[in-house]
C-alpha cells in the first residue's frame, strides 16, 4: 500500500459504534452524520483533493448549538437533589437562550474506559432563560453515561449537539390529549397494553384523541400499531 493510500484511510470516517447512538430518533442520527462525512471523503478522495475535507468537523467551541456537531459549554453549577439525582447548569454565551421547542431534547457525548456513549436528555430551564441552560440527570449505579456524568464539577466542559425532535402543538387545535398508559373516566388502565385494551382505551374517548408516545423503540412501534388498529391514524399521534 503506497503512503497516499495510507494517507486517505486515515482521513477516512469511522463508523460510529452502537454505544454513540442514543436510540432517539436524532435527525439527524450519528449515522446520518457518519454517511455524508463518508460521502464527502470518496468524493474528495476520487479527486485526489484532500481540501474537500475542510469543512469536515466533529466538535465546536463557538457554544452554539447545533445539531451536526458537538458543541463545548462550560458546567457552571453542579447541585445534589437526591441520592441519586443531580441539576446541572451550563453557560451560554452573553444573554443567548437555547429557546428549544416543546418536547424537544438534546444529546450528550461522554466516554468511559475509551468507550464513547451518547446519550438524549431534555433540558428544565426556561426556554428564554438567558445565558444558561439547566439539565436535571438521573444517575444509575451501572450506567455507563452516569459514570461519566458524575466525575463533573464546575469549570468542566462537555459537549452536546441539537436540538432534535419536538411536538407540532398548536393550542386549541385539538379537543383532548391522551397520554399512554393514562386513566380516563374514572378507569385505571394498568398492566401490559395490548391491541384489545388499546381499542377499549380509545373507544372510552368522547372525542378522537391525540395520541402522545412515549418509549423504548420495541414500545413505541407496538403502539403505533395498535392504534392504527383501533382506527388513530398517523396523524393523529405523535412518538417521541
Known sequence: M??????????RPQEPSPSQCCGSGCQPCIYDVYEKELAQWERAKAMQDKSLLMGKK?????????????????????????????????????????RLSLGQHIVLRGVVNGLEVQRAYTPISPRNAEGYFEVLIKCYEAGLMSQYIKTWKRGDVVFWRGPFGGFPYQPNKESSLEKLPQSYQENTYTGHLN??????????????????????????????????????????????
Not at 503506497?2 to 482521513?11: G, I, N, P, R
Not at 452554539?64 to 463545548?72: I, M
Not at 437533589?81 to 437562550?97: H, R, V
Request: aromatic share 12%.
Open 2 to 11: 503506497s503512503d497516499s493510500e495510507q494517507d486517505w484511510l486515515a482521513l
Open 58 to 98: 466533529e466538535q465546536s467551541s463557538n457554544s452554539e448549538l447545533n445539531p451536526d456537531t458537538f458543541t463545548a459549554f462550560s458546567v457552571s453549577s453542579v447541585e445534589q437533589l437526591t441520592e441519586d439525582t443531580y441539576q446541572y447548569k451550563f453557560e451560554l454565551p452573553g444573554k443567548s437562550s437555547l
Open 195 to 240: 391491541e384489545d385494551l388499546m381499542k377499549t382505551i380509545v373507544n372510552s374517548c368522547r372525542r378522537k384523541p391525540f395520541v402522545l408516545i412515549c418509549g423504548s423503540s420495541a414500545f413505541n412501534e407496538d403502539m403505533s400499531r395498535y392504534l392504527k388498529s383501533a382506527g388513530i391514524e398517523e396523524d393523529s399521534c405523535f412518538v417521541f
